[in-house]
């Protein structure tokens, strides 16, 4: 079983579309949890970066963590064709673990 | 403007060969990082170095190696050794090794021919 599991989708969504990710995990001593953005044959960019249980926002951005479930969110709201990209979990006790990626398509 | 720049973008391989991989960054940061990524299984740690002349093994070392004789650079030969070195290669640093939100390079695509 992998430590970090995502399902990579692909995920197809209408512009001004709810798109919602997810990852779960094993390990129980994550404690940092991030989301990454990436585009197509480019390096992956930091979107969110969280502590613990709890949510936060930025913007159309919001990510959730439930340490109770071992389960992570990503939403973004009112999804724009600059949205479509593929996007990582990732979290960390002492070291960070990634997600496979979930690959998002936002049409206009 | 700061970054890291990884070349080059695009790096072909014979069979049998080494090849080095670029990775430069002037963040000033202390810790750089080689991942791998592959369709499907994410990214996988290669190797890390916290501090110039230190660096550690990661998930998937073999057939790879590294310095960081400098700062700024973290260079990653892959080796006749590795069996599948076909992928995307990715180069991150981080202020220090205890903080998680890493910048990303924007990879060596390498094919083995």
């Not at chain 1, 249980?53 to 064709?81: C, H, M, W």
Request: charged share 20%.
């Amino acid at each position: 079983q992998k430590e970090v599991e995502q399902d990579p989708g692909p995920l197809s969504v209408p512009e001004g579309a709810i798109v919602s990710l997810n990852c779960t995990y094993s390990n129980s001593a994550f404690q940092y949890f991030m989301w990454y953005r990436q585009y197509s044959r480019k390096g992956p960019e930091l979107l969110m970066y969280t502590y613990s249980s709890g949510n936060k926002e930025d913007g159309r951005f919001t990510a959730q963590v439930d340490k109770s479930s071992k389960y992570i969110s990503l939403f973004i709201r009112d999804s724009q064709p600059s949205d479509s990209a593929t996007y990582l979990c990732a979290m960390s006790d002492y070291k960070l673990s990634f997600g496979a990626g979930t690959t998002v398509t936002v049409r206009a | 403007d700061g970054g890291i720049t990884q070349s080059p973008k695009y790096l072909f391989r014979k069979e049998g060969q080494n090849v080095t991989l670029s990775c430069e960054q002037n963040l000033n940061h202390d810790a750089m990082y080689w991942y791998r990524q592959d369709p499907g299984q994410g990214l996988r740690l290669i190797y890390y170095s916290q501090i110039v002349n230190d660096f550690q093994k990661g998930d998937i070392a073999e057939g790879y190696s590294v310095s960081r004789e400098k700062k700024e650079s973290f260079p990653l030969t892959v080796t006749s050794a590795q069996k599948n070195p076909t992928a995307f290669y990715l180069c991150a640093s981080s202020p220090r090794w205890d903080t998680h939100g890493y910048t990303f390079g924007s990879g060596t695509r390498l094919t083995v021919v």
